[in-house]
């Protein structure tokens, strides 16, 4: 079975702070894909990023930036200079990649406010 | 616009009924996928067609049903309709291959009273 744990559930900070969201996973399977999204207040869920089990290579998107380490089954995110628009619920999901069907574990979520 | 439609976008109804929320996936897409995302269980997988063909389940009800049609788009039905019942339902598209991210339609609101 496969397990997603948010710790933090509501991170309030001012504009152009950065923001550290956590998540840590855990499951038995030994390749497996890790996914961020966010839900903005209007309610529909947008994909942000994919990462492969085995690829623990820092990945950065503009503000957006992803640390994965294995080591500690963990796939952390930053928003770099948060802005009001960042405000939303991101969730962290993972998705085992030899199980059959494609099901997504999220975790609980994490509510950012950004005010400005 | 993730290219995911689902409809209704709000339903209201009462306990006991029975409704079908529809989903078209993006074009191309094979898979579609019905989530649940309610205060109490967060977002929770229910039920994945791909090409017609159901590829694995969740937790979904025994009152709850779902199929893809041969134009891929798939409908979720549910019946006997409890207030608990009530959340937000979301469709997702995947083109089937293992390493597709799912795209997430924008929610179907059921409120059950």
């Known amino acids: 079975a496969q397990k997603v744990t948010q710790a933090q559930t509501e991170i309030s900070v001012v504009e152009k702070e950065d923001v550290t969201l956590d998540c840590v996973y855990e499951?038995?399977?030994?390749?497996?894909?890790l996914f961020w999204y966010k839900q903005p207040p209007s309610g529909e869920l947008v994909f942000l990023i994919r990462?492969?089990?085995?690829?623990?290579q820092n990945e950065i998107s503009g503000r957006y930036s992803w640390n994965f380490q294995k080591s500690t089954s963990s796939f952390n995110f930053t928003i770099t200079a948060s802005q009001v628009v960042d405000s939303a619920v991101y969730f962290c999901?993972?998705?085992?990649?030899?199980?059959?069907?494609?099901?997504?574990?999220f975790g609980g979520g994490t509510r950012v406010l950004v005010k400005p | 616009d993730s290219g995911v439609t689902q409809t209704p976008k709000h339903l209201i109804t009462a306990t006991g009924q029975r409704v079908t929320l529809r989903c078209s996936p993006r074009?191309?897409?094979?898979?579609v996928y019905w989530y649940q995302q309610s205060l109490d269980q967060g977002l929770q997988f229910l039920i994945q067609?791909?090409?017609?063909?159901?590829?694995a389940k969740g937790n979904i009800l025994e009152r709850f049903s779902a199929q893809q049609f041969p134009d891929l788009h798939s409908e979720l039905n549910l019946s006997s309709l409890e207030l608990g019942d009530s959340a937000l339902y979301f469709c997702?598209?995947?083109?089937?291959?293992?390493?597709?991210?799912?795209?997430f339609g924008p929610g179907t609101r059921l409120t059950v009273t």
């Open positions: 074009s191309g897409d094979l898979s």
């Open positions: 067609y791909y090409n017609g063909e159901e590829r």
């Open positions: 499951t038995r399977d030994t390749t497996y894909y």
């Open positions: 990462r492969n089990s085995f690829d623990e």
């Open positions: 999901a993972l998705r085992p990649i030899k199980a059959a069907g494609n099901k997504l574990t």
């Open positions: 997702a598209s995947s083109g089937g291959g293992g390493g597709d991210e799912q795209y």
